[in-house]
């Protein structure tokens, strides 16, 4: 098991998220971090921290034991916010988060299944008690669906190829571990091993296993009905196709891969219910990266609740 997960941007999360007492939403626990510091910040918060991974909240309840009844904690995926949120009352959220990012301790145990750097079996699930692991997963799978994942969160431009030799391998019980995996790219895509494509494999395949985009989308969708008018989301992505999911449904200004083939300007949308407050995107300083290399790919939006 891992050292303690290190909390990304945490000085600029708190910066646009606290604004005064209320409930907060840390949709994405994980070890806590973000929410510790946040419940430090600003003494009259109270905060319902949610995840679907149930060792995040193992770990995290210790760290934020102190805080005694300004905590709760749920066990949900983004889907199962509505009704988390509901069960403790309803109150509108002053604040939340969703950073979207893995945590070190899912990285670094192999047994997760969800990194390449050691050897573990080929799992992926952000919930173990739910679902199929990937290994399972990718012997039924449809090639055009792997493809599909590999290109829209990996951004893989030789997927449909690394698709069908993935689906090939799994059926015939070739690909139970990380590292036949691992091997398998590096075999089909050719050349030396590149760690950073390899992690842009994994990355897709366990999006597509949990579902994320489906599960963000779900989220924002909900979140305007459950903020206060003012309250501030913060938002932190790892890959350019997440940001720019998360950017198209806050703007409200859907960008369809037609328009971007054609280079058709996007259409103006409707005035939507959130007031961007980042124009362009937070990075981690070159300190933050030196400290925390895995800080390297984070990018940061906030936007407001407007007023009805």
Same mark, same amino acid.
């Given at each position: 098991?891992?050292?303690?997960?290190?909390?990304? +941007?945490?000085?600029?999360?708190?910066?646009? +998220?606290?604004?005064?007492?209320?409930?907060?939403?840390?949709?994405?626990?994980?070890?806590?971090?973000?929410?510790?510091?946040?419940?430090?910040?600003?003494?009259?918060?109270?905060?319902?921290?949610?995840?679907?991974? *149930?060792?995040?909240?193992?770990?995290?309840? @210790?760290?934020?034991?102190?805080?005694?009844?300004?905590?709760?904690?749920?066990?949900?995926?983004?889907?199962?916010?509505?009704?988390?949120?509901?069960?403790?009352?309803?109150?509108?959220?002053?604040?939340?988060?969703?950073? +979207?990012?893995?945590?070190?301790?899912?990285?670094?145990?192999?047994?997760?299944?969800?990194?390449?750097?050691?050897?573990? *079996?080929?799992?992926?699930?952000?919930?173990?008690?739910?679902?199929? *692991?990937?290994?399972?997963?990718?012997?039924?799978?449809?090639?055009?669906?792997?493809?599909?994942?590999?290109?829209?969160?990996?951004? +893989?431009?030789?997927? $449909?190829?690394?698709?069908?030799?993935?689906?090939?391998?799994?059926?015939?019980?070739?690909?139970?571990?990380?590292?036949?995996?691992?091997?398998?790219?590096?075999?089909?895509?050719?050349?030396?091993?590149? @760690?950073?494509?390899?992690?842009?494999?994994?990355?897709?395949?366990?999006?597509?296993?949990?579902?994320?985009?489906?599960?963000?989308?779900?989220?924002?969708?909900?979140? *305007?009905?459950?903020?206060? @008018?003012?309250?501030?989301?913060?938002?932190?992505?790892?890959?350019?196709?997440?940001?720019?999911?998360?950017?198209?449904?806050?703007?409200?200004?859907?960008?369809?891969?037609?328009?971007?083939?054609?280079?058709?300007?996007?259409?103006? @949308?409707?005035?939507?219910?959130?007031?961007?407050?980042?124009?362009?995107?937070?990075?981690?300083?070159?300190?933050?990266?030196?400290?925390?290399?895995?800080?390297?790919?984070? $990018?940061? $939006?906030?936007?407001?609740?407007?007023?009805?």
């Amino acid at each position: 098991m891992s050292a303690r997960h290190e909390p990304v +941007l945490v000085g600029e999360v708190l910066r646009f +998220l606290v604004h005064g007492r209320g409930l907060y939403l840390d949709a994405t626990l994980g070890d806590g971090g973000h929410a510790e510091a946040l419940l430090d910040a600003e003494h009259g918060a109270r905060l319902l921290g949610a995840d679907r991974d *149930p060792d995040a909240l193992a770990a995290s309840r @210790p760290r934020l034991a102190r805080f005694g009844e300004r905590v709760m904690l749920a066990h949900a995926t983004f889907r199962e916010l509505p009704a988390a949120h509901a069960g403790m009352g309803g109150e509108p959220f002053t604040g939340a988060l969703f950073d +979207l990012g893995l945590s070190s301790r899912q990285i670094d145990t192999p047994e997760r299944g969800i990194a390449f750097m050691s050897d573990g *079996p080929l799992d992926m699930r952000m919930d173990a008690r739910r679902g199929e *692991p990937a290994s399972a997963r990718l012997a039924t799978a449809d090639e055009a669906e792997i493809a599909a994942a590999l290109r829209d969160h990996g951004d +893989l431009p030789q997927g $449909r190829r690394l698709a069908r030799a993935i689906v090939a391998a799994a059926r015939s019980g070739e690909l139970p571990s990380t590292r036949s995996l691992a091997t398998l790219v590096d075999r089909v895509l050719g050349g030396r091993t590149q @760690p950073r494509r390899t992690a842009r494999v994994f990355q897709a395949l366990r999006m597509w296993i949990n579902d994320e985009a489906a599960e963000i989308e779900a989220a924002l969708e909900w979140l *305007p009905g459950a903020m206060k @008018p003012g309250g501030v989301v913060v938002t932190l992505a790892y890959h350019s196709g997440e940001d720019r999911r998360i950017k198209q449904a806050l703007r409200g200004r859907p960008e369809t891969a037609a328009r971007r083939l054609l280079r058709l300007p996007v259409p103006r @949308p409707p005035e939507g219910p959130w007031q961007e407050l980042t124009r362009t995107v937070v990075t981690p300083t070159l300190e933050e990266q030196a400290a925390n290399p895995r800080a390297r790919s984070a $990018r940061l $939006r906030a936007f407001r609740r407007k007023s009805a």
